[in-house]
T-cell receptor
Framework: GAVVSQHPSRVICKSGTSVKIECRSL??????MFWYRQFPKKSLMLMAT?????????EQGVEKDKFLINHASLTLSTLTVTSAHPEDSSFYIC??????????????FGPGTRLTVL | QQQVKQSPQSLIVQKGGISIINCAYE??????FPWYQQFPGKGPALLIA?????SEKKEGRFTISFNKSAKQFSLHIMDSQPGDSATYFC????????????FGAGTTVTVRA
């Protein structure tokens, strides 16, 4: 159980275009979803926290107008990178928090999305 | 500023050996300490987690040791196998903190056959 999926797994786009990444919790309801960015050989950097039905909370330094997050249901959150530029190229990973066993603190991660902006 | 400090940055161990990764934290409000395993190009996978009311937790070949007074916790991988070669992240979170995880910098483990 506790499976999180992401789509697409990798995307290549041209500079200036927008890209949407979906994150779904497949077998549980996620009241809270998190979006991370990871650079090569680095740790995960939290971008924002989203709760179902409310606005996302962005970490300091993350542009909320550039990284639009929507958490429309208990199983789906989306991250849209608007007007993407080469410096937005990265590995984006979502996670979902479950209120079920084993713990309300547990986060389960998706497989990640590799974004390349040309 | 990193709230969880992890060491070493990398380690190499022979097959069958023990891998030990250490983490330290400052915030005494942290009350949940998970370890994640990540393979290249994949998302992190929850390996094992502990709360501060126990000093040790074991799941198969993986053991977490927790020292509340020292504010340190460690992951021991017993009988290391080549398939354990991955990057391991320790993390910490607290209730009332929106369950946000503070991650360590990661440790790349290479198990040589």
């Amino acid at each position: 159980g506790a499976v999180v999926s992401q789509h697409p797994s990798r995307v290549i786009c041209k500079s200036g275009t927008s890209v949407k990444i979906e994150c779904r919790s497949l077998d549980f309801q996620a009241t809270t979803m998190f979006w991370y960015r990871q650079f090569p050989k680095k740790s995960l950097m939290l971008m924002a926290t989203s709760n179902e039905g409310s606005k996302a909370t962005y970490e300091q330094g993350v542009e909320k107008d550039k990284f639009l997050i929507n958490h429309a249901s208990l199983t789906l959150s989306t991250l849209t990178v608007t007007s993407a530029h080469p410096e937005d190229s990265s590995f984006y990973i979502c996670s979902a928090g479950t209120s079920g066993t084993p713990s309300t603190d547990t986060q389960y991660f998706g497989p990640g999305t590799r974004l390349t902006v040309l | 500023q990193q709230q969880v400090k992890q060491s070493p940055q990398s380690l190499i161990v022979q097959k069958g050996g023990i891998s030990i990764i250490n983490c330290a934290y400052e915030n005494t409000a942290f009350d949940y300490f998970p370890w994640y395993q990540q393979f290249p190009g994949k998302g992190p996978a929850l390996l094992i987690a502990i709360r501060p009311d126990v000093s040790e937790k074991k799941e198969g070949r993986f053991t977490i040791s927790f020292n509340k007074s020292a504010k340190q916790f460690s992951l021991h991988i017993m009988d290391s196998q080549p398939g354990d070669s991955a990057t391991y992240f320790c993390a910490a979170s607290m209730r009332g903190g929106d369950y946000k995880l503070s991650f360590g910098a990661g440790t790349t483990v290479t198990v040589r056959a």
